[in-house]
């Protein structure tokens, strides 16, 4: 069954090449000309990945990540004549898989949703298979069947919330989490701003599973944008 593809392109002649080639490469492409339309659809539909313009009348498309990012994981491209790397942080920061800089080739952008969606696969099978299984990150073991951490064969005594938090990194170790993403994935509840909750968390946890809490190993700050795992 061919993938389906949200486009979201406020210009017309763009959306209409993109779509057209994407769809002669075997996709099915759903159009959304502005954000708004774009969140609709999201709701509506299940889609393999988003094609998604930074600059849109309405709803931007940062604004649109940060809201399905609240809700999915589904892998998102984008694209935008703004390729500064401020842009390119952001963007990656706030859960985009990848960026591509306007004037683009039809040859590279279907290569880049073609590895998107390569990745989001294996990461799928990965997660699924980590369910009933430990996870080891350096000398880090995350025991999900009795919620558990040890380290070098010691075990770290962790609150629920700081097992859940070390766990939503190991499970996703390619993403970067913003504090409103990371307080909606483990409070389940929509944030608000108050930045003390994920902090006292953070530091918590880190002084628990770090050797030197002020130069983390296993969870890195990306100062302006969130939280990342360490790359082993």
């Known amino acids: 069954m061919a993938e389906t593809l949200l486009l979201v392109e406020d210009d017309r002649n763009i959306r209409e090449i993109v779509s057209d080639h994407l769809t002669r490469e075997g996709y099915?492409?759903?159009i959304a000309i502005d954000g708004e339309q774009a969140k609709r659809f999201f709701s509506q539909d299940v889609f393999d990945l988003i094609i998604l313009d930074l600059m849109l009348p309405g709803i931007n498309g940062m604004d649109l990540l940060q809201q399905i990012r609240l809700k999915s994981w589904i892998p998102v491209l984008i694209v935008s004549a703004k390729d500064g790397d401020v842009d390119k942080a952001l963007g990656?920061?706030?859960?985009?898989d990848?960026?591509?800089a306007k004037p683009f080739s039809l040859i590279e952008l279907t290569a880049r949703v073609k590895a998107a969606i390569r990745r989001s696969k294996v990461t799928s099978e990965a997660n699924a298979l980590s369910e009933a299984r430990t996870i080891l990150i350096f000398d880090l073991i995350i025991d999900s069947d009795n919620f558990?951490?040890?380290k070098n064969g010691v075990e770290i005594k962790l609150t629920a919330k700081e097992f859940q938090i070390l766990r939503l990194f190991a499970v996703h170790p390619n993403r970067v989490f913003t504090k409103a993403q990371i307080?909606?994935?483990i409070w389940n509840?929509?944030?608000?701003g108050d930045e003390n909750v994920i902090n006292v968390h953070m530091r918590r946890l880190r002084e628990k599973i770090e050797d030197n809490p002020s130069t983390p190993r296993y969870i890195k700050t990306l100062w302006g944008i969130g939280y990342k795992l360490g790359v082993q």
Do not use: P
């Open 28 to 30: 099915q492409v759903v």
């Open 183 to 185: 307080y909606e994935q």
């Open 148 to 150: 558990s951490v040890r």
């Open 98 to 100: 990848d960026y591509l």
């Open 189 to 192: 509840e929509e944030y608000y």
């Open 92 to 96: 990656l920061g706030f859960g985009a």
